[in-house]
């Protein structure tokens, strides 16, 4: 039977809970995973993100690639991470000729002000990316957090 006594026993070891979350060193593994050890470049890639969020739990994110998207110049893989949510590998999505244009919308959950990277493949195999840093004022993902 739980009494206060114990409850307030472990109070103290609550407010050591924190929720989990990767490193930016983990977020490092994880592209170096995803693109298999190849060094994307920097550019053609565009995120478009709020800088200062509101609140962590449904953050618009589009992420845009140049490319004319022909059969014989076109985006592959689009992929975003981030360095602080419990996995690094937010979210990846596939793309065709037929897509038209190399571009992706979606909503995303941030733990808090952290950095956020897009990844895109092209069909000569060659990776881009874009960095970008955001402050969360309000995170998300916080389940364990001490009240």
Same mark, same amino acid.
């Given at each position: !039977? *739980?009494t206060? /006594?114990r =409850?307030l026993?472990? $109070?103290? =070891? $609550?407010a050591?809970v /924190?929720?989990a979350?990767? *490193?930016p060193?983990?977020m490092?593994?994880? %592209?170096?995973?995803?693109t298999q +050890?190849?060094k994307p470049?920097k @550019?053609?890639?565009? %995120?478009?993100?709020?800088? $200062?969020?509101? +609140? @962590? +739990?449904?953050?618009?994110?589009? #992420? /845009?690639?140049?490319?004319? !998207?022909?059969?014989?110049?076109? #985006?592959t893989?689009?992929? %975003?991470?981030?360095?602080?949510?419990? =996995?690094?590998?937010?979210? /990846?999505?596939q793309? *065709?000729?037929?897509? @038209?244009?190399a571009e992706?919308?979606t909503r995303?959950?941030l733990?808090?002000?952290?950095?956020?990277?897009? $990844?895109?493949r092209?069909?000569?195999?060659?990776w881009?990316q874009?960095?970008i840093d955001? %402050?969360?004022? =309000?995170?998300?993902?916080?389940? @364990?957090?001490?009240?």
């Amino acid at each position: !039977m *739980t009494t206060r /006594r114990r =409850l307030l026993a472990a $109070l103290p =070891l $609550l407010a050591i809970v /924190r929720p989990a979350q990767a *490193t930016p060193e983990e977020m490092a593994q994880a %592209i170096a995973a995803y693109t298999q +050890n190849a060094k994307p470049q920097k @550019g053609r890639v565009a %995120i478009d993100i709020a800088k $200062l969020i509101d +609140n @962590g +739990n449904a953050v618009p994110i589009t #992420v /845009r690639v140049e490319s004319p !998207m022909t059969e014989q110049d076109h #985006v592959t893989d689009i992929a %975003i991470f981030n360095e602080k949510n419990p =996995l690094p590998d937010v979210v /990846r999505f596939q793309l *065709t000729p037929a897509s @038209g244009k190399a571009e992706i919308s979606t909503r995303i959950r941030l733990a808090t002000s952290q950095t956020i990277t897009a $990844l895109a493949r092209t069909s000569d195999g060659q990776w881009w990316q874009q960095t970008i840093d955001v %402050i969360v004022t =309000l995170a998300a993902c916080i389940e @364990g957090e001490a009240i």
